[in-house]
Every structure is written in structure tokens, then in C-alpha cells.
């Protein structure tokens, strides 16, 4: 059987350069290597909701942000199936029969649904749909027989999880449900980049982010406004890569090939961290350095942005397509799941026979 990938995004906000080094990168190189029978790209509105079910219009308007930031990216709609979660019924009906297969204190258990429950200081009252994400999340890649699960280090706990219901769901039932593995970011830099500031993350709300659709003036701002080494004042003290997020980005998205191109006077990252660490290198070099680098990274993925936004009807055209036909694979799934659960009793003609047959007797 073919190699099969599902992932996907809650539409919160526009996507950025985290989302981009994290995932959305290696899905693109991933569509492009035709080592995949099939790739499902989930826009993750009901998992949204299930925090933000207060604010449904956010997840509406960023639906389309985050088509427009996927589509912008590479990812090709004649080879990846982009689809929304919400428009496919299985998947809910999924996650009803799986959570048979959870106990509440597995759920509690998840590291994931652990800090975000820190984070949104649900302590008191958690709801149940948000509580019941993970399981949700189960149905989502499994309803694909996903093999191959792209995401960040911080979904690790989710795939877990899915592998734990597959083993149960296929030991009781028999063998429907495949068991996916994770692919996580071979480059540590990439796993999770920290936010401009050099807080750990990237989040809109702490407004340290470069989006994918910033303009060139704005992702210049940013850059040169970057955290750096507060110990490196003058440009010959010596200067700390540890925390350094001008270099942390470097190590993501820096390229052999981008020193001839834009710092000839270095062959290679080591070399420039080298020079760094012993003083005499400014952060403004290494900045504007850095600057190029994105800039030429991005400048493609704005261009492909503008065309599309062009057409925002064909967007949500390419949407409906891709939901349609995901939502064929996942009912194909969802009958093979009733059937072993025997749920299918209409469909079972031998059933109704032999119930027959006893009281003939
Ligand atoms: N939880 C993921 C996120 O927060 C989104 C998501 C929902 C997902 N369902 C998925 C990712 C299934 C991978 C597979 O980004």
C-alpha cells in the first residue's frame, strides 16, 4: 500500500515563518517528491472552534488567510488535497466511536492538552469538545489511513494518542484502522523557532511573528529590530550564539549557496559563527544578512500570494474540490470502521437473513 500523508492547521491567524521551517516547507519538498499515493492538507476549523468557539468569525476569515498562505507556499492543488475539516460529517462520527476508547485520565495525561489548558486557564471549567481534541485529531488521520504525519515537535503527544486508539481500535475490532508515524523537522533550529524577541515561541499575540504575507519593508523591520546577545555591545566584544535568535534563524533557513550570493566574505555558517563568537562582527551585518536570505525565500511565495488573491473565488473552488474528495476517502474509512464495529445493518444482508432464519425456526 502507498504512502499516504495528513496534515493540517487551525485557522487562527495568518501562518508565519515558524509554520513555514516547521512544516510547511518540508510538505511542499514531500508533495513535489512523488513518494506519496495521496496528501491530505486539513484546514482545522472545528479543532479551532473547540477553543474559540466564542469567536467563529475569526476562524471563518482565516479559513481563506490560510489557503491563501498554503497555495502561496507551492503546495499545488492538482497534487495535494486541501480540504476543510468542518465540511466533512465522518470525521465527527469517527470521533464518536473512538471515544470509547480513551479514558479521561489518558486525556489528561497529554502534554499538549496539559499547557494548553495552563494557557487558556481552563483549570476551573475545561469544555468538553476541547478537552476531547486529541481523540478528534485520532479521526482526522485515520479517516485517511494516514501513514505519515508532517507536524511540529509539539504534536508529538496527538500522534501518540492515534497510535494508542488504532492499537485498540484494531485489536478489538480487527485490523481497518493504520497505525501513522510522525515526521518531524530534521533541522533542530526548524522544530520550534522562537519568536523575533527571543521569547520561545512565535505568537500573534506576543506580536513577534513574520508572516508569510508581510511585505518586504515589514519583514526588514523586524529583522533588524531582532533579539540578539545583550553581552555583545561593542562590535568587538565577543558575541554568544546560544539564545541568539539572529542565528537561530540562520541555522533554518540558511543555505551553502547564500554566501556568494549575499556575504561572499565567508564560505559558510560555521565560518560567520566563528568570526561572531570572537568579536569584530556587528549584529547589523549578520542582520542584513539574514534579511536577504528570508527576503529571497519569501519573494516567490508573496508573488504566488498576489495571483491568488486575484481569484479569491477559485480558492475557495480549489477548497471545495479538495473537501469533496476527502470526504469520499474518509466515508470509505468510516464504513469499514461501522462494519467491523457491526454498525452496518442494512448493509449486512447476511444479518438480516440469519435473524430471519432464528425465528423460522
Ligand atoms: N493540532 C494541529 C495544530 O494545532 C492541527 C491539526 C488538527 C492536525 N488535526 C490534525 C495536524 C491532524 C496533524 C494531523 O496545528
Redesign the pocket.
Known amino acids: 500500500m502507498g504512502k499516504i500523508i495528513?496534515?493540517?492547521?487551525?485557522p487562527t491567524g495568518r501562518l508565519h515563518i515558524g509554520h513555514y521551517v516547521g512544516s510547511l516547507r518540508r510538505r511542499v519538498e514531500l508533495q513535489n517528491s512523488g513518494e506519496f499515493e495521496k496528501i491530505y492538507i486539513?484546514i482545522?476549523d472545528a479543532?479551532a472552534l473547540t477553543d474559540n468557539f466564542d469567536n467563529p468569525e475569526k476562524i471563518r476569515q482565516n479559513i481563506l488567510e490560510v489557503a491563501l498562505d498554503y497555495l502561496s507556499c507551492g503546495l499545488d492543488p492538482a497534487k495535494s488535497n486541501l480540504f476543510i475539516?468542518s465540511q466533512i460529517c465522518e470525521l465527527t462520527e469517527l470521533t464518536f466511536y473512538y471515544m470509547n476508547l480513551v479514558t479521561v485520565s489518558r486525556l489528561q495525561r497529554n502534554p499538549t492538552v496539559k499547557s494548553e489548558i495552563q494557557m487558556r486557564n481552563f483549570e476551573a471549567s475545561i469544555p468538553v469538545g476541547f478537552f476531547n481534541?486529541p481523540i478528534?485529531?485520532a479521526a482526522?488521520?485515520t479517516a485517511f489511513k494516514?501513514t505519515t504525519?508532517p507536524?511540529?515537535e509539539?504534536?508529538l503527544p496527538?500522534?501518540e494518542q492515534t497510535r494508542e486508539i488504532v492499537r485498540k481500535f484494531n485489536s478489538i475490532y480487527g485490523e481497518v484502522l493504520v497505525e501513522p508515524d510522525v515526521l518531524l523537522p530534521d533541522n533542530q533550529a526548524c522544530l520550534r523557532l522562537p519568536g523575533t524577541d527571543g521569547k520561545a515561541k512565535m505568537s500573534k499575540s506576543l506580536g513577534n511573528c513574520i508572516y508569510l504575507a508581510d511585505d518586504p519593508k515589514e519583514v526588514q523591520k523586524k529583522i533588524m529590530g531582532m533579539y540578539t546577545d545583550p553581552l555583545h555591545v561593542q562590535v568587538s566584544d565577543p558575541g554568544h550564539l546560544e539564545g541568539n535568535t539572529v542565528f537561530t534563524y540562520l541555522d533554518a533557513f540558511c543555505k551553502p549557496e547564500h554566501f556568494p550570493e549575499f556575504l561572499p566574505d565567508y564560505t559558510n555558517l560555521d565560518e560567520l559563527k566563528e568570526h561572531y563568537q570572537r568579536g569584530g562582527l556587528g549584529d547589523v551585518k549578520v542582520k542584513k544578512f539574514l534579511n536577504k536570505i528570508i527576503q529571497s525565500e519569501l519573494e516567490p511565495i508573496r508573488q504566488r500570494r498576489k495571483e491568488y488573491e486575484k481569484n479569491i473565488p477559485l480558492v475557495y473552488d480549489i477548497l471545495k474540490q479538495g473537501t469533496e474528495a476527502a470526504r469520499e476517502a474518509a466515508s470509505q474509512t468510516l464504513s469499514e470502521v461501522k462494519a467491523a464495529m457491526k454498525i452496518n445493518y442494512f448493509d449486512d444482508l447476511e444479518l438480516i437473513r440469519k435473524q430471519a432464519e432464528k425465528y423460522a425456526e
Not at 495528513?6 to 487551525?10: C, H
Open positions: 495528513l496534515t493540517g492547521d487551525r486539513m482545522a479543532q475539516q481534541y478528534s485529531q482526522d488521520i494516514a504525519v507536524v511540529g509539539d504534536q496527538m500522534i
